[in-house]
């Protein structure tokens, strides 16, 4: 099967959730078929490195999209009523890049990564190509959630937001062969936005072999929150466990340390780092494993969470219990809930850290044996993408037969 995967992000180096499942889609995928990949990059970090990329597909097509203009990108889209999202994902040389796979390799079906791909999939040069649309999750949803909880002209930007790509994502998902999302709560929430469309489940998972923790490594009484940490969530999920909840924990466990490990901090996030608190703010690293199996705890404190959040599944398999609030805990696989602990407001979720950071090393280990990782790797977890594909390409072979295409 030739197969056209779309994404709005290079998907590698595989260290944030976006280009995670990309990344191993794209791996998955390439085993037994032929991918073509047309990846937008927003800077030069996502194309440093490419070698990881090529041995996986037969064409690799890096569309830039220019930083400079995403402020009138932005207007722009504010001007015609496209989602803004969407309109920051504009860029001049995607329909050059489309245009050259179409012409070599005439692909039989197209995999678009997210409803801001899914436009270029129902536009010429592909047009005539079915498609299946991997949104991942309802991303509207979390935007009207965002707008609920912000005042002011941001919180009107984000209820446009939710408007406008809640009517999109209906109008994919409808044109899409198939509509993919992580999970339950993700599924029903599209099926009201389209009640026709065929939406299928293909979950996340995690990289159990590389995450799996050294025998030799010992472990600190380190908590450790994991994220991109310019994503608005992420940066007020790390502000709210330093300041609600992060005292108290001192005030049971004196010298506990709270890392906050992920990439691009934003000031507020910086501002957070406190020798006297024992924070530290790490900014970009090079691998967030080392982190993860030296801590005896992670922390999942985000208010705003759809789909699922990796970080979690990560942290299980690195052998490291997690703190959730009920929003992650909801879209959180069940095999991974036993290693969870929720707490839905900063007293309960200090008090779950600390409980957390007081277990021996038998006890954590037992905690997190409850937990059915086996299942959770990402070729178990993608096993039905490859056939959903097939089924998408071969709709179209069976319209042309009968003359329809």
Request: proline share 7%; aromatic share 4%.
């Amino acid at each position: 099967m030739k197969i056209l995967y779309l994404t709005h992000r290079v998907p590698y180096a595989p260290n944030r959730g976006d280009r995670l499942r990309a990344f191993h889609a794209l791996r998955l995928l390439a085993a037994e078929h032929q991918v073509s990949l047309v990846s937008l990059a927003h800077g030069r970090e996502e194309t440093r490195d490419l070698s990881a990329l090529r041995p996986l597909v037969r064409d690799l097509e890096i569309v830039r999209v220019s930083r400079a203009g995403q402020a009138v990108r932005a207007a722009r889209g504010l001007a015609t009523g496209r989602p803004l999202t969407h309109c920051l994902l504009d860029a001049s040389g995607m329909r050059p890049a489309l245009e050259r796979i179409v012409r070599r390799r005439q692909p039989e079906v197209v995999l678009a990564y997210c409803s801001g791909m899914a436009r270029f999939a129902a536009e010429p040069p592909l047009a005539d190509i079915p498609f299946v649309l991997d949104l991942v999750d309802v991303d509207s949803l979390k935007w009207a959630e965002l707008a609920l909880a912000t005042r002011g002209p941001l919180g009107r930007v984000y209820a446009r937001e939710a408007q406008r790509l809640r009517a999109f994502e209906a109008r994919a998902s409808l044109a899409a062969r198939a509509a993919l999302v992580v999970n339950e709560r993700e599924r029903a929430a599209l099926v009201r936005l389209a009640p026709d469309a065929y939406v299928r489940i293909v979950p996340n998972g995690v990289d159990l072999e590389s995450f799996a923790p050294p025998a030799d490594v010992p472990r600190r009484r380190d908590v450790v929150f994991c994220g991109v940490m310019n994503y608005g969530p992420n940066a007020d999920a790390a502000r709210w466990l330093a300041r609600d909840v992060w005292p108290r924990v001192r005030r049971d466990v004196a010298d506990a340390r709270l890392l906050i490990v992920g990439a691009d901090p934003t000031a507020a996030v910086r501002a957070l780092a406190s020798p006297r608190q024992q924070i530290e703010v790490t900014g970009t690293v090079s691998d967030v494993r080392p982190y993860l199996w030296q801590a005896v705890a992670a922390a999942a404190p985000l208010a705003t969470a759809r789909g699922v959040q990796n970080k979690v599944l990560e942290a299980v398999a690195a052998g490291t219990p997690c703190v959730v609030t009920p929003q992650v805990a909801e879209g959180l696989p069940h095999e991974v809930l036993p290693a969870c602990v929720q707490a839905a407001d900063a007293d309960a979720f200090a008090v779950a850290l600390a409980r957390l950071l007081h277990l021996a090393d038998d006890e954590r280990r037992a905690l997190v044996a409850g937990a059915d990782l086996a299942s959770l790797g990402w070729p178990q977890r993608l096993a039905a993408l490859p056939a959903i594909l097939e089924a998408a390409a071969f709709s179209r072979e069976s319209a042309a037969a009968l003359g329809l295409a």
